[in-house]
Each structure stands twice: as structure tokens, then as C-alpha cells.
């Protein structure tokens, strides 16, 4: 008779320990070999006459580990119905390895599972506490916010000749060049896309009418908000 115990690993953390015998699993083996011997179209055989010990040969040992593992599914399962044990999700089965299950020389087996239990808690009476409603004025300005950042990010994209708006998006190559615009060799070399709007106010003038391939010196940290850096 298959037995299940429990050990308490560390709060809230246990570990299920199921033991089967062979006669726990050797009747529903037996049978599945049987009804597989009925269902199985092997040629030279009529269906439904082909011998069980060719079905134990070709197919046993998986259909012996298939009602094996069915069998402690079933007892952990049971168990913790019976116990009525609160856990999270599936026990997890501990390390076992599945080759030691032979169809031709069945035995006792033992399984581990781990199982994660759920805390006790209590809800607060929410009858008596205190809870704030806000009501929100949706104003014009907040629609029209809403609106055109629709617009921007459902909108179709275009290749534009030059930069007209805050909204274009400016694919650049930042590249580190000393005080006189020349690259520094072996300096930073940078690719990036980037809204217009993300350059701080006073530089977005200089980027309108801008075209592919134009270039124009910056330092960062005077153009780009400390937000944006």
C-alpha cells in the first residue's frame, strides 16, 4: 500500500514523500498492456490479436513508467486533498532519475516533491477604513494631449527631406571631436534616433530645415536637459 508523508523543509516549504509498492501499479499496468494489445496494428497480426509479451517487448517499459508515474501523481494528489494542504501552483518533483523504472524488474519506489504553502494572512475589515474616492476633471487640454499622442504613435512614418517639427524623429551619429569640430581618434562614435522635442528648448531651433547627411557641433551637456542625459 502506497504511503505519503510530510517534512517540513523551513516555513511555508515542504517536502512530500510518497512511497509505492508493486502492487500499488502492476494491476493498471497489466491492464494497459492489454488494451494496448487490442488498439495496436502491428503487421502480420490481426488487430486486437496481437500477443501481450510482444507488447511488453516493444512498448512495456514506457507504458510501465507511464502508470508508475500516473500512480504517485494520483497518491500526492490524493494526499493533499485528504490534508487539505493550501499550497501554490504543482508540487515540483525532486531529482529522480526515470531510467531506474524497469518493466522487467519492478519494485518499490519512493518519490520526493517539493510543495510551497501559502501564508495565513488576514484581510483588514475594509468596512471601517477610511478610502478616498478621487474624482478626475478631464479637461480639453488633456484630450488634445491625449489625441496627439495617438496620432504620434499610430501615425504612418515618412522620411521627410528636412526636419520640420518637434515630432520628427532624427536618426544621428554623435561623434567626439575636439574644440576645433575635428573627430578625436579613437573617440566615442555613437548612433542613436531621437525626437526632436528631446533636445532642450534652445537647440531645437537650429535642427528645423536640417537635411540627411548635415552635421552641426554641440556640447551635451548645453543641449540636452539633465532629464534627457
Given amino acids: 500500500m502506497a504511503t505519503v508523508t510530510q517534512q517540513e523543509v523551513s516555513p511555508l516549504h515542504k517536502h512530500l514523500n510518497v512511497t509505492i509498492n508493486k502492487e500499488d501499479y502492476l494491476p493498471s499496468f497489466e491492464k494497459s498492456l492489454k488494451d494496448y494489445s487490442k ?3 502491428i503487421p502480420g497480426f ?8 510482444l507488447i511488453k517487448k516493444m512498448y512495456g517499459n514506457s507504458l510501465f513508467v507511464d502508470e508508475v508515474l500516473r500512480t504517485v501523481d494520483k497518491q500526492v ?7 487539505k494542504l493550501d499550497i501554490f501552483a504543482q508540487p515540483l518533483p525532486v ?15 519512493s518519490f520526493t516533491f517539493e510543495v510551497g504553502m501559502k501564508p495565513d494572512f488576514q484581510l483588514p475589515d ?11 476633471q478631464v479637461t480639453d487640454e488633456m484630450l488634445n494631449e491625449e489625441v496627439e499622442r495617438l496620432r504620434t504613435r499610430y501615425g ?4 521627410p527631406e528636412v526636419v520640420a517639427g518637434d515630432d520628427n524623429v532624427l536618426n544621428v551619429t554623435f561623434v567626439e571631436t575636439d574644440a576645433q569640430g575635428n573627430e578625436v581618434e579613437g573617440g566615442i562614435r555613437k548612433d542613436n534616433s ?7 528648448e534652445a537647440t531645437r531651433p537650429s535642427l528645423i530645415g536640417k537635411k540627411k547627411d548635415d552635421t552641426i557641433q554641440i556640447k551635451l551637456d548645453e ?3 539633465e532629464k534627457e542625459r
Fill in 95 to 109: 531529482e529522480f532519475n526515470v531510467a531506474q523504472l524497469d518493466s522487467n524488474k519492478p519494485d518499490n519506489y
Fill in 156 to 159: 504612418n512614418m515618412t522620411e
Fill in 223 to 225: 543641449t540636452f536637459d
Fill in 39 to 41: 488498439k495496436a496494428n
Fill in 77 to 83: 494528489n490524493d494526499y493533499i486533498v485528504n490534508e
Fill in 194 to 200: 531621437l525626437l526632436v522635442k528631446y533636445f532642450n
Fill in 126 to 136: 475594509l468596512a471601517k477604513e477610511a478610502i478616498k474616492r478621487y474624482k478626475v
Fill in 46 to 53: 490481426r488487430k486486437g490479436m496481437v500477443p501481450t509479451g
